[in-house]
């Protein structure tokens, strides 16, 4: 950000090339919903816009690592580490679930860290808002099946309850250093 001076992310979709019209939906669903959330545990959008056919977002640049590559470097956390990390997760999903807002995707691809080793929870591209809006088709689930609550697997309503689950099968695989629930496909776990 040349205006500002100072270093950003951009998330970029080419609706000419998205698989589906629900692609740009949802994309443009993540930006309202993630403008709407200000807290220190989640990562702030400064802007949303088009360009032709690209929708971008434009949101604060972290520096630090996800969580899934702090596991890959080094397997599983200690009781503090993975304690903090889910206290600071957890806060930033109370807030969301407080705004009627569910994650859906609660996974340690998604939970950033900053130059402070504070936490920040991303990419709410298929979050869901209680307000009824739906952005995928009957009976398809959404998101990434090790950290799936049962309901969201078998794609029914589901709501703060399951971010929890997945929030719970996160902090296992911190202190484990495996998720609890493994197979060769999405149906088997």
Request: net charge negative; with cysteine.
């Amino acid at each position: 950000d040349n205006v500002l001076n100072r270093d950003v992310a951009v998330k970029v979709l080419d609706v000419e090339m998205a698989p589906a019209p629900k692609v740009a939906e949802r994309f443009l669903h993540e930006a309202q919903t993630v403008a709407r959330l200000e807290h220190p545990h989640i990562v702030p959008i400064y802007k949303v816009g088009r360009y032709e056919a690209l929708f971008y977002l434009i949101m604060r640049c972290i520096d630090g690592p996800s969580l899934s590559q702090l596991l890959e470097t080094q397997k599983k956390l200690s009781i503090g580490d993975a304690a903090r990390i889910a206290r600071q997760v957890a806060d930033a999903l109370a807030y969301a679930h407080s705004h009627d807002i569910v994650h859906r995707d609660i996974k340690p691809d998604n939970i950033m860290f900053d130059e402070f080793g504070q936490c920040l929870l991303t990419d709410f591209g298929i979050a869901k808002a209680a307000s009824g809006q739906k952005l995928t088709g009957t009976g398809m689930s959404i998101g990434t099946p090790h950290y799936m609550s049962p309901e969201q697997a078998r794609a029914q309503s589901i709501d703060g309850r399951s971010d929890i689950y997945s929030l719970g099968v996160v902090a296992y695989q911190c202190l484990t250093g495996t998720v609890p629930y493994d197979g060769e496909d999405s149906f088997s776990i």
